[in-house]
């Protein structure tokens, strides 16, 4: 969505009242260690999207829990902000920081062939394969 500063601030609001409600009003163990990573608020206030993190192995349960308590949130979130409407709210699950750590991972495995000089085109220097099949012997 665009953002300007009016936006920025009612998504801060909206960000902050939801992860107090998340953290404190709501008990349902599903819910534990759930990271609230951003809200995005419609212009007319009759829309949020909140971001939410968690590890990978409890997306769906996170899920079903967040669509469990989807209704409650909406009550007490409407009471906190005291806007003229309460927004609808959907619920995804952000795996961004996991795909960053999947790709992490696959840069610390580098193929011993990286380490080869190559041509212009990728192809092995004919020097450099000599050298390799000389320290083979």
Request: some cysteine.
């Amino acid at each position: 969505m665009k953002q300007n500063n009016n936006s920025r601030r009612i998504n801060e609001q909206a960000r902050e009242k939801l992860a107090h409600i998340l953290l404190f009003d709501i008990a349902d163990p599903d819910l534990s260690l759930v990271t609230l990573t951003g809200v995005e608020v419609s212009i007319d206030k009759t829309f949020m999207r909140a971001y939410v993190s968690c590890a990978p192995e409890r997306y769906e349960q996170v899920s079903a829990a967040l669509q469990r308590a989807k209704g409650h949130v909406r009550s007490l979130l409407g009471h906190a902000l005291g806007w003229r409407v309460t927004p609808e709210i959907d619920f995804e699950i952000d795996s961004t920081a996991d795909e960053a750590e999947r790709i992490s991972r696959a840069l610390m495995d580098v193929p011993p062939t990286m380490s080869v000089a190559k041509d212009a085109e990728g192809y092995p220097l004919p020097a450099a394969a000599e050298a390799e099949t000389d320290e083979g012997k």
